[in-house]
């Protein structure tokens, strides 16, 4: 699912979201030749993030090219960067881990830091590759109309016309500038990213490997894994997106569960259980209230300057809680304020979007995927149908937009790419060693979501870490220790850690 960085997660900044491409080698897609390209890793410089990654210092980077569309093997070729960060061990294992990033179209490199600090790189030799399309790759299917959009929409009502307009201009353009670039939308799928991981072990002389990938990366290792499991030694999934399950009413039931889940560990904790008796009640009534009348805020950013016009009404107050802004143990006690006339709390969390990283995203990876995988065959009346399900009394202009994916069946009307539901919804049945790893408060791909997929891999182990939401590993240490013991021993890791594991004392506040 689109993705929010575990900065977004742990200390609630905005989501990670140059329009200059990085020094990649080589020149845009490269132009149709007269037979097909085989893939070929070429090394060159690493890219240079804007904040600057300490571990490319030392890495080996480069470009992997491959075909754009393999339907048409003698059509132009793109490249995809590669970094290869070395084990810190002295014996580092002969199998090294490549990493699939959330998303789809998230920039992989500033997932870096997380993975380093939790250990992915100590025994192992780490491959981060950007997926197609995305941040460092060529061609990048930023749409910087889209990030304008974003910053200016904090002003505006969550499911306003006026917002769905603004943002079917910005996705029309978007779209326009990337085909007048001879960008071939249809290829930007789970399917050629899959192929491309494929073709990059291969390039790479890499005998076999460990896959770990989290979110939209569960979707796409579950894919890999499913078609192309040659090479693969074992495979750990954080915070998971059934390839066989996720549509967009799906949005709805993930949410319900985590947002439940979070209100439940209140109710467990006596002090907060005293402190905020009635949970549900208590959003159903600010959902309520903010959408029939939208408070309009002046907010002066945390760090100062000038007060940025906010907009918070019940569709907005809903999405900043899937975006984890406030924090889950904060989120009882802002709650609580707002109630009580105090709306600092989600007001400085929905201006923070008013400040966006301009061309960081590829929204357009994002719109290929999800309107070639998860819309189809569903509509808009089935989101509102998910969504009164999950929440009966809520007003029906939240419910009809899938959580952080607003308008996307308009959306997707503009974006206008081939229906590969049936390609994509298939089960993966697997064999290979595969841990499983949720967390109990994620509100982005609900936790039980995964008993299914477990049940298709023989020879897994699931992981249930309680009090943490999406992306478990950087906010666990007992994860990074399961999944360290994991790549040890894929058939018999330790999960002992978990044992006894409870949700943080939730924030409370005096009355």
């Not at 609630?12 to 979201?17: M, P, Q």
Request: glycine share 8%; net charge neutral.
């Amino acid at each position: 699912m689109p993705k929010h960085s575990v900065h977004a997660v742990a200390a609630a900044a905005a989501l990670a979201c140059l329009a200059a491409l990085g020094p990649v080698p080589g020149s845009a897609a490269t132009p149709a030749t007269a037979g097909p390209a085989a893939p070929r890793f070429t090394p060159g410089a690493c890219p240079k993030p804007p904040k600057p990654v300490e571990a490319l210092s030392t890495a080996g980077c480069g470009v992997l090219e491959v075909p754009e569309n393999r339907s048409h093997p003698a059509g132009r070729t793109i490249e995809l960067a590669v970094a290869r960060i070395p084990a810190t061990s002295d014996k580092p294992a002969a199998d090294p881990v490549v990493f699939m990033a959330g998303g789809p179209g998230a920039d992989t490199f500033d997932d870096i830091p997380f993975l380093i600090d939790s250990g992915l790189n100590k025994d192992r030799e780490l491959i981060v590759m950007a997926q197609r399309g995305n941040l460092y790759d060529r061609p990048n299917l930023a749409c910087p109309e889209v990030d304008r959009f974003n910053a200016r929409a904090v002003g505006l009502g969550y499911d306003s016309q006026q917002a769905e307009r603004i943002l079917l201009k910005a996705v029309t353009d978007c779209r326009a500038r990337l085909v007048a670039d001879g960008v071939d939308l249809n290829a930007y799928n789970s399917t050629e990213n899959a192929a491309d991981f494929a073709d990059l072990r291969t390039a790479l002389g890499i005998p076999q490997w460990n896959v770990y990938g989290y979110s939209y990366g569960t979707n796409l290792a579950l894919t890999y894994l499913r078609l192309h499991p040659e090479g693969i030694r074992s495979v750990a999934i954080d915070s998971v997106a059934p390839s066989q399950f996720v549509t967009l009413p799906w949005t709805w039931g993930s949410t319900a569960e985590g947002i439940h889940n979070i209100f439940e560990a209140c109710a467990a904790q006596s002090a907060c259980k005293d402190r905020y008796p009635d949970l549900p009640g208590m959003l159903t009534e600010q959902v309520r209230k903010l959408e029939a009348r939208p408070l309009t805020l002046d907010v002066t950013p945390r760090g100062g300057g000038k007060p940025i016009r906010t907009v918070l009404d019940g569709g907005a107050l809903l999405n900043l809680i899937v975006a984890f802004t406030p924090r889950p143990k904060d989120i009882p006690a802002a709650l609580d304020e707002l109630g009580r006339g105090n709306p600092e709390r989600f007001a400085q969390a929905r201006a923070a979007g008013s400040v966006q990283k301009v061309g960081e995203f590829a929204h357009g990876l994002t719109n290929s995927i999800a309107c070639a995988e998860w819309a189809p065959g569903h509509s808009e009346s089935d989101v509102l149908k998910a969504g009164r399900k999950a929440y009966p009394q809520w007003p029906d202009s939240v419910l009809a937009q899938a959580p952080q994916l607003p308008f996307q069946y308009p959306v997707c009307g503009v974006w206008d790419v081939a229906d590969r539901a049936g390609i994509q919804r298939v089960a993966t049945v697997s064999s290979v060693p595969a841990l499983v790893v949720s967390g109990t408060f994620d509100v982005k791909t609900g936790a039980s979501w995964a008993k299914d997929v477990a049940g298709n891999l023989s020879r897994s182990t699931s992981v249930l870490i309680p009090g943490i939401g999406h992306w478990v590993v950087p906010q666990s240490p007992c994860a990074q220790r399961v999944l360290a013991s994991f790549f040890a021993r894929p058939t018999a890791p330790d999960t002992s850690c978990v044992d006894g594991l409870a949700p943080a004392p939730f924030t409370i506040v005096p009355k």
